[in-house]
């Protein structure tokens, strides 16, 4: 397919598409390079249309969010990366139902929830990805998670766009059905909530707010958790008391606040925060046995 033919469909539908494209802009770590084309649609079904596009004419092509939980390759990406769009919530009628955009911020999902006096997505405030990667990843904190108030997911598979119930999702710690079939894209998703107190809830959401500026590195760019919790530990204190706490490759760094945070130090490349992956889980498995499985994503 030629680059024409894609500039043609993007300017028909109104998406923006640019050329080399630098992906440190569009990750939280602030690191990758160039992607050779980078499209936004606005809506949902612009998102649907392009995806089919791009796989009918055989583009390489990959979907992100906000690139919160993203590790971008220093070398770039020699394809299409398409941003998820952020559109705007829909209501139900009776006003504790929600479908929203897979670009749409869980911060902001929750935040208005909360103004409407709804509960079920407090645990949220402060989670920088988007509704698309907290379902895919079945995102979670402070006992609450995705599973607890999803209801259907509308996705894009190669067969077409289905529509996925809460059981089909096969929710698990960081796991849904998405993660085993990567070539399925999340386009919106559907949560019913629980009318609750306003001001209780808004005061729960300023706890955990407060609680993560308390210990977690937020002044520094990084991709949140870099190890999903193994089973019967937390990756973090596993971390610390292998002594890794500030260990450092290039310009990626083990957080000296919290451990289970990679962070970058300025200037760290792909390569540095892989290397200092790697690193801190051979270090683990040899001092306590156990296996550390990276929760951030890289983008291939």
Known sequence: MSERELFAFAKERDIVLLENEPLCDHTSFRIGGLARLFAMPKTVEQLAELLAFAAQKGLKYAVIGNGSNLLAPDE??????????????????????????????MTRLSAEAA?????????????????????????????????????????????GIRTLTAEEHHLAYRHSVYADNPDWVCLEATFRLTPGEKEAILAEMADYAQRRRDKQPLEWPSAGSTFKRPEGHFAGKLIEDAGLKGFTVGGAQVSEKHAGFVINRGGATCADVLSLMEQVSQTVFEKFGVRLEPEVKILK
């Open 76 to 105: 770039g990406y020699d394809g299409l990366v398409i941003r998820t769009p952020e559109e705007a919530p829909r209501w139900s009628e009776d006003g504790t139902a929600v479908t929203v955009a897979s670009g749409w911020s």
């Open 115 to 159: 103004q409407r006096g709804l509960t079920g997505l407090t645990f949220a405030q402060g989670i920088p990805g988007t509704v698309g990667g907290a379902v895919v990843m079945n995102a979670g904190a402070y006992g609450g998670q995705i599973a607890d108030t999803l209801v259907s997911s509308r996705c894009m598979t190669p067969w």
